[in-house]
């Protein structure tokens, strides 16, 4: 139990590396520990171990299967696969809500609502879809914080900046120990322009998790939009220590050492990047950055 509770700890606090193999033996198979991990791997950003992970899980079987759709809506998620991901949130039921037994309806329903409606919601706001995403999220518990940070999700998305900041700020109001509201505002913040106030909102996830690669990555594509890439430097190389196979971070690595005029570095992190998961639009502008460099 200890063990468990340890690995729960670094799973809130974005340390997904630690909180790799949970220890859960004795509440879920063998299987369930594998798609366990390939949703940590996911929230790393390591697309490959994370299929790896996922068809080890499936292959393995077990009583029962019903987190694959969690664990392949994560892997969805890091590829930035926004349909395939609303697809696997809309079939994600928690494997303790279908247990063998019978659990009493509301049971049931509260576990759908504090921890699928988010993920279904936010697939959906990604999707553009922001009627469904609000039928999904609007109606859940008032006191579940992934259920604002949701909410608040789906306001950035639809530009909705002071709404948005209206959940944030109640995610972290409810759970100030968590980094993930703060990141998420930070990303807001961000997309707005306001990259000072984004990087705060950086530097106060990062106290909350240290090890959580998200904000320290977003931190520095916000100095670089600053036009700091010498200070962006030193944080991307900070988010390598904890998610070494995210493409998106060798790739805007290797454009700040680019304008840092370090061009043989730069050319090294766009060949890492090249070799791991993109997203469509990443990977097509480092395409273009490599044929700008020939």
């Known amino acids: 139990m200890q063990a468990q509770a340890s690995a729960v700890i670094a799973q809130l606090s974005g340390d997904f590396a630690r909180a790799e193999r949970a220890t859960c033996s004795h509440t879920c198979v063998f299987a369930g520990l594998l798609l366990l991990d390939s949703i940590n791997a996911a929230r790393l950003h390591d697309g490959a171990a994370a299929r790896a992970l996922l068809d080890r899980g499936i292959a393995a079987g077990g009583a029962n299967l019903s987190g694959a759709n969690e664990a392949r809506y994560w892997v969805d998620w890091a590829d930035g696969n926004w349909s395939a991901a609303l697809s696997e949130a809309r079939k994600a039921k928690p494997p303790y809500a279908v247990r063998q037994g019978e659990y009493n309806p509301r049971f049931e329903a509260i576990v759908t609502a504090t921890y699928v409606a988010p993920l279904v919601a936010v697939a959906e706001a990604h999707a553009g879809h922001f009627a469904q995403a609000h039928a999904a999220i609007d109606g859940t518990p008032a006191d579940c914080v992934p259920c604002d940070t949701a909410r608040g999700d789906v306001a950035a ?7 948005a900041a209206f959940w944030f700020a109640r995610a972290i109001h409810d759970a100030p120990s968590v980094p993930f509201a703060y990141a998420d505002w930070g990303e807001m913040l961000l997309s707005e322009g306001k990259y000072d106030a984004a990087i705060e909102k950086f530097r106060q996830a990062n106290l909350k998790g240290p090890r959580f690669a998200d904000p320290l990555e977003m931190w520095s ?11 962006a430097l ?4 900070e988010a390598n220590r904890y998610t070494p196979h995210w493409g998106r971070l060798h790739l805007e690595w290797g454009k700040a050492l680019m304008y840092a ?25 480092l ?3 490599l044929g700008r460099e020939k």
């Open 157 to 163: 998305l639809e530009k909705n900046w002071n709404g």
């Open 287 to 289: 395409t273009k950055l």
């Open 221 to 231: 594509e916000a100095l670089m939009l600053e036009n700091r890439s010498d200070l």
């Open 234 to 237: 030193a944080k991307f190389e």
């Open 261 to 285: 005029g370090r061009k043989d570095e730069a050319k090294k992190q766009f060949a890492l990047a090249q070799s791991l998961d993109l997203s469509g639009a990443d990977r097509q502008s």
